[in-house]
């Protein structure tokens, strides 16, 4: 059991190295024109699904695949199940950070407020400054620059009218 535990969670932690990567140089390179509509401002969007959506079943893929195979081939190979539900307990994890609490897609939790909840609103929104796929920051969403910990400096009106 601990085996099946240290797994998951190295999946889990693993996913956030992923998702990191393939947002830094994939969704902001290659596939752009599947992730440019998510940074695009809310009144522009048609609909409730965004093109960005596509991804969920990009990294489902790997999950279902680790789930079929680790039990089909469960008498030497079970661990690969675990290695699906930490990249499906990351996607949980993502889901509910990103869509529902920094995007609010859905309404469940929007009074979230810690140094820490604050901090992943901060690095988001930096993020979202940038409504083209160069010059980016953040491609994270657990892990967190530091600088995103502070206090909100306050905005001087030449900063405030260039944005």
């Known amino acids: 059991m601990l085996l099946y535990t240290l797994v998951t969670l190295a999946a889990y932690v693993g996913m956030e190295f992923m998702a990191w990567f393939t947002h830094k140089y994939l969704m ?3 596939l752009w024109s599947w992730h440019e509509d998510h940074h695009q401002p809310k ?3 048609n609909g409730f699904f965004e093109k ?3 991804f969920f079943l ?3 893929i790997p999950s279902a695949f680790c789930y079929m195979f680790g039990s089909i081939k469960a008498d030497h190979y079970f661990w690969v199940f ?3 539900v930490g990249i499906s307990l990351y996607g949980l994890t993502y889901f509910l950070i990103h869509d529902v609490y920094i995007h609010q ?3 469940w939790f929007r ?3 810690s140094i820490y909840s604050r901090a992943i609103l901060r690095a988001h929104g930096a993020h979202h400054a940038k409504t083209s796929k160069e010059d980016g920051e953040s491609f994270g969403l657990l892990v967190v620059h530091p600088k995103f910990f502070g206090k909100r ?3 001087e009106p030449t900063e405030h009218a260039n944005h």
């Open 28 to 30: 902001h390179g290659l």
């Open 43 to 45: 009144h522009l969007k």
């Open 52 to 54: 960005n959506d596509r």
């Open 58 to 60: 990009v990294f489902a």
């Open 82 to 84: 675990f290695i699906g």
């Open 105 to 107: 897609r859905f309404s």
């Open 111 to 113: 009074q979230l407020d």
């Open 153 to 155: 400096r306050k905005v």
